[in-house]
């Protein structure tokens, strides 16, 4: 009876030792996974830090070259951001790491500074010709102008408020996503509003730094955009080129000249992680104070 006593309890200490053996491996696993993610934790910290130093500096040399160089594409320069840059919303890559976006707002439309005519002609060659073109173009009117009278195919207070959304500004839009709140937006994408549109109140428009569509919608004329698209993927558009084959030349509504507001976007990249800013700059290389002016900054987006 003893004996069975004493093997009952060797039998419950050998369980207890079991138990404990495995509650110690378990707690060492723990410990060990633990200490792993604080490892990935920090080494992310790190990379994210190393990111953020790659994009302030690449950033900084972007805006000093900008105030100190011609901006148009030089492929003989010193300067490796002259070589490569344009400014019609092409991205270029600096290096492996570094994606950089510039375009200049003069060579976008603008929705505050409505063009119909041109709009009408890129809305049609992105696949919109019905009559909802032409309702947006005067809902647009209503929204920004100060009286309740509706365009023919506009939209004003009352049509919004029938349908709880937001009622017309009646002022210049204020941000790119308020143009969505319009009758009749969905003419474009999200996406397509901001390549081909933008909110500033630039007087002159430059056909030399639109996008491809917006270039064809201005010239209006197949052969000669085949000509002027072809000359910019060899880097030879230019004024000169531009008015030999158009016979459009810069006069008190056209620019040849790349402006002074650009909107930019850089985009950061390793192997396990990216970062990006986007903001738009406007550039006074003459002034003496604020030389440079930053707004619409986002991150990430």
């Known amino acids: 009876?003893?004996?069975?006593?004493?093997?009952?309890?060797?039998?419950?200490?050998?369980?207890?030792?079991?138990i404990i053996a495995i509650i110690l491996s378990m707690l060492g696993?723990?410990?060990?996974?633990?200490?792993?993610?604080?490892?990935?934790?920090?080494?992310?910290?790190?990379?994210?830090?190393?990111?953020?130093l790659i994009l302030e500096s690449v950033e900084a040399e972007l805006l000093h070259t900008l105030l100190t160089h011609k901006r148009y594409k030089n492929i003989e320069s010193d300067n490796e951001l002259v070589k490569k840059w344009n400014f019609h919303g092409e991205t270029f890559k600096l290096n492996e790491q570094v994606s950089i976006t510039?375009?200049?707002?003069?060579g976008l439309l603008s929705l505050n500074y409505m063009n119909n005519k041109l709009s009408t002609r890129l809305f049609e060659l992105l696949g919109n010709k019905d009559d909802s073109v032409r309702t947006f173009l005067d809902s647009l009117k209503d929204w920004k102008d100060k009286d309740d009278l509706k365009h023919l195919n506009g939209a004003e207070s009352d049509y919004y408020n029938k349908l709880n959304l937001p009622e017309p500004r009646n002022s210049y839009l204020q941000s790119m996503d308020e143009v969505n709140n319009i009758k009749e937006a969905k003419v474009l994408s999200k996406e397509q509003w901001n390549k081909y549109y933008s909110l500033e109140l630039l007087s002159q428009f430059n056909p030399l730094n639109s996008p491809l569509k917006l270039l064809e919608a201005f010239v209006n004329n197949e052969l000669a955009f085949s000509q002027l698209k072809t000359l910019r993927e060899e880097n030879q558009l230019n004024a000169h080129s531009f008015y030999r084959i158009t016979g459009i030349d810069a006069g008190d509504n056209i620019t040849l000249s790349t402006g002074r507001v650009i909107r930019v976007k850089i985009l950061i990249e390793s192997e396990s992680n990216q970062l990006n800013k986007n903001f738009q700059v406007i550039l006074r290389p003459n002034a003496n104070k604020r030389p440079i002016t930053l707004s619409n900054i986002e991150w990430n987006k």
């Open 29 to 52: 696993i723990f410990i060990n996974q633990s200490v792993r993610n604080q490892v990935k934790v920090a080494q992310l910290i790190q990379n994210n830090q190393k990111l953020d």
């Open 102 to 106: 510039l375009q200049d707002l003069n």
């Open 1 to 18: 009876m003893l004996n069975l006593f004493i093997n009952k309890q060797k039998g419950i200490a050998l369980i207890q030792v079991l």
